[in-house]
């Protein structure tokens, strides 16, 4: 029973991390196209995540069943892919560099899954089609086949988008221009932050979702429960309205503390922008992410904008776009995956050979 709410706590503890992490997300453009202060961006940012992080469940879903076999999955499983999802966070919070968090959860499930089933790689699903609803599922085409093609699609949609505008407005004064989308980029910002809250915050959502029915269905660690707790069991995999009310607000809590490193890299090192780029720029990133969010596929809202700024820079000539900058963000997309693979099966099998695990069922 402490190990399942040590792990609630951690998954809440990571949402948070999440929220401060990823808030540059929704606000860097806001901020740095001096359209918003950061409080204001914050503030906007925090409540626009906690209304998208009570939209809906499908990436919950995904998370939850469709890139692990669960039958492998115990209470130190999502502990062990919790604890390498944020070390690697930190890690990148601390360097400045907009990894994602969505990536960083579901490497780190992997891993930890790999470490549970005794290095049987069968145990993630790599690519199957669900019979009932005859929709292909897994880990290809669910993360890694969107980790390459959203940002592709958010660099040509973020040059299309800005070019349109550009042609539309090109006949007005700079000045009207840039009044009109320091209105504008308010709108935007609310809507990035609403898909993103729509899609990172319900990744967290599955994994408590996923830890209450394996303690309930798996381990019984539950059977237990004091009438007062009896809202903890979970007798099928269901993402209850707490679980969304808690992640949310939880998500909400991290935003309003802003990251301005992060910020600092998206908006300012990798491209120079106007209120008409901000615009742009949120709202092609904001409409893909709310796409992928319906269909159930835990985008990586980070990927996303950073390819959309791209985009809108390129607008201004190719080298606007600082590419080094870039391309150290590429890198960090790449490597994202299998690190924090490695890290959660390195925890596993650590606190394995400590025999830290015992009292813990293990597949």
């Known amino acids: 029973m402490v190990l399942i709410l040590a792990i609630v706590l951690v998954a809440l503890i990571f949402e948070f991390i999440n929220g401060f992490h990823d808030t540059a997300n929704a606000i860097a ?28 469940t499908e990436v919950a879903k995904t998370i939850g069943t469709e890139i692990v076999d669960i039958n492998f999955v115990t209470p130190l499983t999502l502990l062990c892919a919790l604890g390498g999802a944020i070390i690697w966070n930190l890690v990148t919070w601390w360097w400045g560099l907009p990894s994602s968090s969505s990536h960083a959860l579901i490497g780190g499930l992997c891993g930890a899954a790999l470490a549970s089933a005794h290095g049987n790689w069968a145990v993630i699903h790599w690519s199957y089609v669900e019979p009932i609803q005859r929709k292909l599922i897994g880990l290809w085409p669910r993360v890694v086949a969107p980790m390459f093609l959203a940002p592709m699609l958010g660099i040509v949609l973020g040059f299309a988008v800005t070019g349109l505008l550009l042609w539309g407005f090109h006949t007005f004064r700079p000045r009207v221009v840039n009044r009109i989308f320091r209105v504008l980029q308010f709108f935007s910002a609310a809507w990035m932050s609403f898909s993103s809250g729509m899609n990172d915050a319900q990744k967290t959502m599955g994994i408590i979702a996923l830890t ?55 908006g300012k090192k990798m491209v120079k922008l106007q209120p008409i780029h901000g615009f742009a720029a949120q709202s092609a990133a904001a409409g893909i992410i709310q796409f992928a969010s319906v269909l159930g596929i835990p985008l990586s809202t980070t990927h996303v904008v950073s390819s959309t700024i791209m985009g809108t820079g390129i607008t201004k000539r190719f080298s606007a ?12 997309w790449v490597i994202t995956l299998p690190i924090c693979s490695s890290l959660a099966y390195g925890i596993f099998r650590l606190l394995v050979k400590l025999g830290l695990t015992e009292g813990v069922p293990l597949p």
């Open 212 to 266: 209450l029915f394996t303690a309930t269905t798996q381990t019984r660690a539950l059977d237990q429960l004091p009438d007062w707790l009896g809202f903890l069991h979970a007798p099928e995999f269901k993402v209850y309205t707490w679980i969304k009310v808690v992640c949310a607000v939880t998500i909400a809590a991290g935003t309003a503390m802003g990251s301005r490193r992060i910020i600092k890299t998206l």
């Open 29 to 56: 453009t806001s901020v740095v196209t001096k359209v918003m202060t950061t409080p204001q961006a914050v503030a906007i940012a925090a409540i626009c995540n906690l209304l998208g992080a009570l939209a809906g």
């Open 321 to 332: 776009v600082r590419w080094s900058t870039a391309e150290r963000i590429a890198w960090t």
